[in-house]
């Protein structure tokens, strides 16, 4: 299966700042996915991002508020902008690997005060 | 569109004792199904999966499910657990819309292994 490595493992920001997260895979994958989970909450797809194409975004999330870049096939990032404290949650990165099953990162987990 | 919904919040068992986490699925194609685990502060770890092959999957760390399509059911199972089995797990079911396999997570079963 793919290694995948996400950076900032965590981080505590202000609200109406920014911040990147960086995903970083060891092998050349197609399709990447955001995904959030809230505190207790289950996880919820944000958006799929393909490389050479506008990223696709679900129902409840636009790209003003989660601007995601996929320059290569081994790395996306997704920027949290304008945080308010509802954004605290963690953050993953997946990826397909096969024809079905992804592949999560490690998160990040995210506090905005 | 496809849902899932896993039936206990919670579960509580005794160490050595079989554990049976339910899980129901919606969907109107053929479905991919899998159980994730998700340790305390880990990232989530893919447990098994089923893919229109046999129809009892055997996964990682002595888990099964079997797939009962007339039951619409996925329910996770394991002869005896153990201490390190306590975890949240999910439920997902994966349909290719032909933009990609979209993944979507029940709310997650919160497993506790008592001595």
């Known amino acids: 299966s793919a290694v995948i490595s996400q950076k900032p493992s965590r981080d505590i920001c202000q609200r109406g700042t920014s911040l990147t997260i960086q995903c970083q895979v060891d092998?050349?994958?197609?399709?990447m996915f955001w995904y959030r989970q809230q505190p207790g909450q289950s996880l919820t797809l944000i958006a799929t991002?393909?490389?050479?194409?506008?990223?696709?975004?679900e129902s409840g999330f636009v790209i003003d508020k989660f601007p995601i870049s996929r320059p290569n096939l081994t790395f996306s990032t997704l920027t949290v902008s304008n945080m308010s404290p509802e954004d605290s949650s963690i953050y993953l990165c997946?990826?397909?690997?096969?024809?079905?099953?992804?592949?999560f990162g490690p998160g990040t987990r995210l506090t905005v005060t | 569109a496809q849902s899932v919904t896993q039936l206990d919040s919670h579960v509580s068992v005794s160490e050595g004792t079989p554990v049976l986490l339910r899980c129901n699925y919606s969907s109107s194609y053929s479905p991919s199904l899998f159980w994730y685990v998700q340790h305390p502060n880990k990232g989530l770890q893919l447990l098994l999966k089923?893919?229109?092959?046999?129809?009892l999957v055997k996964g990682i760390n002595g888990f099964e499910a079997e797939f009962k399509k007339s039951e619409t059911s996925f329910h996770l199972t394991k002869p005896s657990a153990h201490m390190s089995d306590a975890a949240e797990y999910f439920c997902v079911v994966s349909v290719n819309t032909g933009g990609g396999n979209k993944l979507t997570f029940g709310t997650g079963t919160q497993l506790k292994v008592e001595l």
């Open positions: 089923y893919t229109s092959a046999a129809t």
């Open positions: 991002a393909n490389q050479g194409s506008e990223a696709t975004y």
């Open positions: 092998s050349q994958v197609t399709m």
């Open positions: 997946s990826v397909t690997q096969g024809s079905y099953e992804q592949y």
